[in-house]
């Protein structure tokens, strides 16, 4: 459900308190050209990779998007912490606990939070105290092209806390002809680079950075150009025994 990679900014590797990106992927396998995918063309992420540090055998300890996150960011398991669903916030069961973001915050560095990171929507809400300044949220379920009677689809309210009896289901997918910036990803992905500018240009205050993207998580809702690098006739079909 969640693939976490965690990088040092550029060449703030060598310094006494580095600078620190964490970015978070929703339904992400390793279905990566740095794993080994040769269908999978990830330039930017292989790139990173080949920077960096990939692990092998680091596994998701719930499947479900909610407490997964909550793993991560709370440093635990749902073992320990009894959250196994959607409907329970970290501090409802746990007032005091200090997660990653606040951990860098209690020794210096500034905590930002960009796009999908706690998961909110379903009954669950972001964790104010893991952040410097106020999480910088946009939409985890996005259409482009449906009926203008309709205000929301049910997965769109479900991911925004709102009432979803009786609203439409969205489609699986769409493929307008529109930038990156049209969906929510693209946005996220110009402020954490604006952010990232802004917090490079303060050497003296460190930062941690958590960006997090909704793609490849289900609607399969991407600009037009992303589709057409796929020829669907050459892609593998599951194999039914």
């Known amino acids: 459900i969640l693939l976490a990679l965690m990088t040092v900014a550029s060449s703030a590797f060598a310094a006494a308190r580095p600078n620190v990106l964490l970015l978070l992927v929703d339904d992400l396998k390793p279905a990566l050209g740095a794993y080994g995918d040769a269908r999978a063309l ?4 292989d790139r990173l990779a080949a920077r ?15 407490p997964s996150r909550l793993n991560l960011l709370a440093g635990t398991r749902s073992t320990s912490l009894g959250i196994y669903g959607f409907g329970s916030n970290l501090r409802t069961r746990f007032p005091d606990a200090v997660t990653m973001p606040q951990h860098f915050m209690r020794h210096g560095w500034s905590a930002q939070a960009l796009g999908k990171v706690y998961h909110i929507g379903h009954g669950c809400g972001d964790d104010t105290a893991s952040w410097s300044v106020p999480h910088d949220k946009d939409r985890v379920i996005e ?3 449906k009926d203008p009677r309709d205000a929301l689809t049910r997965e769109e309210a479900l991911f925004s806390n709102r009432p979803a009896a009786g609203l439409p289901r969205g489609a699986a ?5 529109v930038p990156d910036e049209a969906y929510a990803d693209g946005r996220v992905a110009r402020e954490v680079v604006a952010r990232l500018r802004q917090a490079t240009a303060r050497p003296g205050e460190p930062f ?6 909704v793609r490849p998580h289900l609607p399969f809702c991407v600009p037009k150009k ?4 796929h020829d669907p006739a050459k892609l593998p079909q599951p194999e039914i025994t």
Request: with cysteine; net charge negative.
């Open 208 to 213: 941690f950075i958590a960006a997090g993207f």
């Open 226 to 229: 992303y589709w057409d690098l």
């Open 52 to 66: 960096g540090m990939r692990f092998d055998m680091a596994y998701c300890n719930t499947a479900v998007c909610a």
């Open 42 to 45: 990830t330039p930017n992420l």
């Open 143 to 145: 259409y482009l092209r």
């Open 173 to 177: 997918w769409e493929s307008p002809d």
